[in-house]
């Protein structure tokens, strides 16, 4: 978006605070509007199907409605919606990625899993060795490892249905807007300043 204020300078190191100042305005429309940009990148993912038999954005629809109607929280339910948001822009790196955006708005089990998520979806891949199909198991003793089965498990491995009923973007857009203007990094979900989890 072109801004109605900009700095007067042109290399940072010459900027006055009052130059800041606009930018931090401006960073807080940007953050604002986080809502309708994930927005418009999930519908983006509609023109992609990955060679499955539903696109990208029904299935991570079909993933966020087994979320909630297997009675998830919000948290888990945006994560469910956008796990997969780096699929195309950073292929080795996808969950990474996706849980960047996520980790500012939910608790720390909710990060991690989307964060490792590529990880546990190996165990179904059957063009792996069994090593590798198990590489998964290289976390187990984490306390977050079993969420992360049942996120595979019930959530995303079976979400390429297409006669999987599934609610629209439209239901999930609450949601959305819910937690991602949550104000970042929130104490109560135990979630420190820029910890990395
Ligand atoms: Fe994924
Ligand atoms: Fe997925």
Not at 123 to 145: A, F, G, I, T, V
């Amino acid at each position: 978006m072109k801004s109605s204020r900009t700095v007067g300078f042109t290399a940072m190191r010459n900027g006055s605070a009052a130059d800041f100042e606009i930018i931090n305005e401006n960073d807080e429309i940007t953050a604002r509007e986080l809502p309708d940009r994930i927005i418009e990148h999930l519908k983006e993912m509609a023109l992609d199907d990955g060679a499955y038999k539903i696109s990208r954005l029904d299935h991570v629809l079909q993933c966020a409605t087994r979320a909630h109607r297997d009675g998830a929280d919000d948290d888990w339910v945006a994560a469910a919606l956008v796990h997969d948001l780096g699929d195309v822009l950073a292929p080795f790196t996808h969950g990474q990625v996706a849980a960047e955006i996520l980790r500012p708005f939910v608790k720390e089990e909710v990060t991690w899993v989307v964060r490792n998520h590529g990880i546990f979806q190996m165990y179904y891949n059957k063009s792996l060795s069994q090593q590798e199909r198990n590489s998964r198991d290289k976390l187990k003793d984490h306390p977050y490892y079993q969420s992360a089965v049942y996120f595979c498990e019930k959530w995303d491995q079976c979400s390429f249905d297409p006669d999987y009923p599934f609610e629209s973007l439209d239901f999930f857009i609450p949601v959305i807007k819910s937690v991602f203007t949550r104000p970042p990094f929130r104490k109560v979900l135990g979630s420190p300043g820029f910890a990395t989890h």
